[in-house]
T-cell receptor, first 112, second 109 residues
Framework: DAGVIQSPRHEVTEMGQEVTLRCKPI?????LFWYRQTMMRGLELLIY????????DSGMPEDRFSAKMPNASFSTLKIQPSEPRDSAVYFC??????????FGPGTRLTVT | AQSVTQLDSHVSVSEGTPVLLRCNYS??????LFWYVQHPNKGLQLLLK??????LVKGINGFEAEFKKSETSFHLTKPSAHMSDAAEYFC???????FGKGTRLHILP
């Protein structure tokens, strides 16, 4: 299995631009999680889906952030408009029925 | 409310000596507990998991952890540290998706 796939691996953008992060979970997994990791705040759960349905989005910082999961094999996390304080590493993870999670390599986002 | 506390933000040990990374949890029931490792610029990798079967759990790379309900602890240990163990380690309760703050392990030559 290829594991969880995230793209891009690195993204540099200017403040105000739209950013879209992509995730392909492990085939057969039915739960998908988006995390953000920074030095200041550590690892934060942003949102998670079960069977493509958002279950808990209480970690989403504000309306500038949105996540979708149109099918079982693809999810996006969008930031519009982006701000410098959004700079972080964003991880996607997937699991079977919310059990042990398998993490992707992350997307390092830099907003200038 | 459920919580996970990693007692040390940094731990330094010499190569070849034992490793102890501490984790305490608070929960009204026995949670499912995990340890993950994150090497620099990498994603998180599962080390081991406790799911109410055996209280002593063996993981990858020689690590193990013991679930002690009386102490509400799930400390991670390894008998002999290797340079490649230098990384950040996270204790996690996945029932409520609660991550500890992480412990950065430094290995001294």
């Amino acid at each position: 299995d290829a594991g969880v796939i995230q793209s891009p691996r690195h993204e540099v953008t200017e403040m105000g631009q739209e950013v879209t992060l992509r995730c392909k979970p492990i085939s057969g997994h039915n739960s998908l999680f988006w995390y953000r990791q920074t030095m200041m705040r550590g690892l934060e759960l942003l949102i998670y889906f079960n069977n493509n349905v958002p279950i808990d989005d209480s970690g989403m910082p504000e309306d500038r952030f949105s996540a979708k999961m149109p099918n079982a094999s693809f999810s996006t996390l969008k930031i519009q408009p982006s701000e410098p304080r959004d700079s972080a590493v964003y991880f996607c993870a997937s699991s079977l029925s919310g059990y042990e999670q398998y993490f992707g390599p992350g997307t390092r986002l830099t907003v200038t | 409310a459920q919580s996970v506390t990693q007692l040390d933000s940094h731990v330094s040990v010499s190569e070849g000596t034992p490793v102890l990374l501490r984790c305490n949890y608070s929960s009204s029931y026995s949670p499912s507990l995990f340890w993950y490792v994150q090497h620099p610029n990498k994603g998180l990798q599962l080390l081991l998991k406790y799911t109410s079967a055996a209280t002593l759990v063996k993981g990858i790379n020689g690590f193990e952890a013991e679930f002690k309900k009386s102490e509400t602890s799930f400390h991670l240990t390894k008998p002999s540290a290797h340079m490649s163990d230098a990384a950040e380690y996270f204790c996690v309760a996945l029932d409520k998706i609660i991550f500890g703050k992480g412990t950065r392990l430094h290995i001294l030559p």
